[in-house]
Nanobody, 119 residues
Framework: QVQLVESGGGLVQAGGSLRLSCAASGSIYSNLVMGWYRQAPGKQREVVATIHSGGSYYADSVKGRFTISRDNAKNTVYLQMNSLKPEDTAVYYC??????????????WGQGTQVSVSS
């Protein structure tokens, strides 16, 4: 099994910064894709940013403000969030597509961490 454990959420004023971390542990052969999704009250879960060996992707709403990075040695992905806006308020979920054997990969989710931005 693979576990994703997030940390770093909290309450911040608009214009402030937060850094989320997500550590993957367990039976990991290799990490294929890691990323962050978020879900605001009454809305669907949406992708925020993803990263893989070929590069990274950002939602238009966070481009220029958020930066995703990863430490492969630690199986950890980070999300640096700057210039936060009230509309960034949501539960942020870590996502990982993990190869657990040479031939099998599965998708995993963290438990979620709350990010609240006050105006």
């Amino acid at each position: 099994q693979v576990q994703l454990v997030e940390s770093g959420g909290g309450l911040v004023q608009a214009g402030g910064s937060l850094r989320l971390s997500c550590a993957a542990s367990g039976s990991i052969y290799s990490n294929l894709v890691m990323g962050w999704y978020r879900q605001a009250p009454g809305k669907q879960r949406e992708v925020v940013a993803t990263i893989h060996s070929g590069g990274s992707y950002y939602a238009d709403s966070v481009k220029g403000r958020f930066t995703i990075s990863r430490d492969n040695a630690k199986n950890t992905v980070y999300l640096q969030m700057n210039s936060l806006k009230p509309e960034d308020t949501a539960v942020y979920y870590c996502y990982g597509r993990v190869r657990i054997t040479a031939l099998q990969s599965n998708d995993y989710w963290g438990q979620g961490t709350q990010v609240s931005v006050s105006s």
